[in-house]
């Protein structure tokens, strides 16, 4: 084995930081299995990555039974024949095993240096002389806190053996932390070296990582709210289902597909939270979900921004390229999200792929481009036909756009800097706030839509009409408030002029739609 030291800091940083991939994509929920899982060499040891989750600490009772711990059950390591066979068949201890559990905030008592060099994992000639430590065996210092911590359970292989299995074991959880576990060898002939089995990690709520917990219940909450929508949404839908305009169909769809993803979410946090597995095919069909509502709800607003069913009855030769980009953001949606959230069981934040994240950005910005520059024609439009209650909603639309687009790129900023300053996750408590703000601004911004284009019985009188003169009398009605008194949710001015809207080009295939209209 190369001994050569690494700065530990930067070492723990990549390990920690490496355990949201790899492996963990055959793992199941917050019972982790490893299935003869190879060490890898780093520095002067060979590790193994065991796991990182935020658990929250047992109540002050220590008589009643440990609610929070992580148990190693049936975990067994194998050497190759070439390193057991270099060993005589009575001979007691030949090649240790350390498993290293440790809070993130105690990361700087594993390893040490000798004469202010590098550091390194494993003690050698120099530091043993310097700190005490053994040779060949993990560096560790107790923490300040916890004289226990951290922990080390040794395991030893014995003669010419194969295997070796480590006992089973409990370790309480006293203090709420981001923990990660480490299996590591200080033996050089030890290269090869593999590993089975499973820990079992448990918070006092149950197996969903300290991470993932709160985002439990803010879907319970999301569905209530979208469960909401719905109702009084629906009810006007059906009220008034003579008069509805084919983009408030669309608008229901998206709200029932809002409902039903977060549904499936809280059921599946709470699947995983009881029984510690979380099925891959499951979690797939969950995104699965989002990703087709994410699709649609995009393509809506695309929609709404070309005037599609105010000033055009279709988008005609459009439609293919708007089916298209749908069809691409979908595939390039679904994949990011598998790769963020199909076999994800640690409490390290996500690393999604660079080429899965770059086409999904890509898209978004193209929707975003393409959405405010219909939206310009569509004012045109309005403006030069002098309608002023289309042109007043569509104003309204437009500035939601723009706070949305404008409070999505100050959390994207947000989300950067959080990340960047906080690579071991020790603000694992919080983090649950970076996925839930996408879907309280997709919520936010759905419930802007139904504001703006509630059902009613006046909706047809501003659905597209073919004609170039609006009547002032229609015009001066709200789009949802009809002759019987029911409450509107759009006031306008009626005292406005009226006039004859001029007719005017746009250069590209949107122009071309126009016109064959």
């Not at 190879?38 to 609610?67: H, T």
């Not at 050089?188 to 917990?213: D, E, F, H, Q, V």
């Not at 990703?291 to 599609?308: C, D, F, V």
Request: with cysteine; aromatic share 12%; net charge negative.
């Amino acid at each position: 084995m190369n001994p050569h030291p690494l700065r530990l800091g930067a070492l723990l940083a990549a390990l920690v930081l490496a355990a949201g991939g790899g492996w963990w994509g055959r793992a199941e929920a917050s019972i982790h299995t490893y299935g003869r899982e190879s060490f890898r060499e780093v520095g002067n040891a060979f590790l193994l990555s065991g796991g990182s989750e935020g658990i929250v600490a047992d109540g002050a009772d220590l008589a009643a039974p440990a609610s929070s711990f992580i148990k190693f059950v049936n975990v067994t390591f194998w050497r190759n024949a070439e390193s057991a066979e270099s060993h005589a068949k009575m001979a007691h201890s030949t090649g240790l095993v350390q498993a290293i559990l440790f809070e993130a905030a105690d990361r700087d008592n594993i390893g040490g240096s000798a004469y202010g060099g590098q550091r390194s994992i494993c003690c050698t000639p120099d530091l043993a002389k310097l700190e005490g430590c053994k040779q060949g065996e993990v560096i560790r210092r107790p923490s300040s806190d916890d004289p226990d911590w951290p922990v080390v359970v040794d395991t030893h292989f014995s003669a010419n053996h194969l295997s070796v299995k480590l006992d089973d074991e409990e370790v309480h959880i006293t203090k709420t932390g981001m923990y990660n576990l480490f299996f590591i060898s200080c033996d050089p002939k030890l290269r090869g070296l593999a590993m089975s089995g499973k820990t079992i990690w448990r918070n006092p709520g149950g197996y969903l990582p300290g991470r993932m917990a709160p985002l439990m219940r803010f879907y319970v909450f999301m569905s209530l709210a979208y469960l909401l929508v719905m109702v009084v949404w629906f009810s006007n839908y059906i009220r008034f289902w003579r008069d509805i305009l084919p983009i408030q169909n669309w608008i229901t769809l998206v709200i029932a597909l809002g409902l039903f993803e977060m549904t499936l979410w809280y059921f599946e946090y709470l699947n995983f939270n009881s029984s510690g597995v979380r099925p891959v095919g499951i979690t797939t069909w969950v995104v699965t979900v989002g990703a087709i509502r994410k699709t649609i709800s995009r393509l809506l607003i695309l929609s709404i921004s070309m005037g599609y069913g105010v000033v055009r009855p279709t988008l005609g030769g459009l439609t293919s390229k708007v089916l298209l980009l749908g069809l691409t953001y979908f595939l390039a949606s679904e994949l990011l999200d598998i790769s963020e959230n199909v076999g994800t069981i640690n409490d390290i934040s996500g690393k999604a792929k660079l080429f899965l994240v770059l086409p999904d950005a890509f898209l978004d910005a193209f929707l975003i481009l393409w959405i405010f520059t219909s939206l310009s024609r569509t004012l045109e439009k309005l403006q030069a036909r002098r309608s002023s209650v289309k042109l007043d909603i569509y104003r309204k639309f437009t500035n939601a756009l723009a706070v949305s687009v404008i409070a999505s790129v100050v959390w994207i900023g947000y989300e950067v800097y959080f990340k960047a300053t906080d690579p071991f996750s020790e603000r694992w408590q919080s983090a649950w706030i970076i996925t839930a703000f996408w879907d309280i601004l997709a919520f936010v911004l759905l419930i802007v839509i139904c504001y703006l284009w509630a059902p009613s019985q006046s909706s047809q009188r501003y659905a597209y009409s073919g004609e170039t003169v609006d009547d002032d009398d229609d015009e001066a009605q709200s789009l949802t408030k009809g002759s019987d008194g029911d409450v509107g949710m759009v006031k306008i001015d009626k005292d406005r002029n009226a006039g004859v809207s001029s007719a005017f080009s746009l250069e590209d295939d949107e122009a071309e739609e126009d016109k064959r209209e």
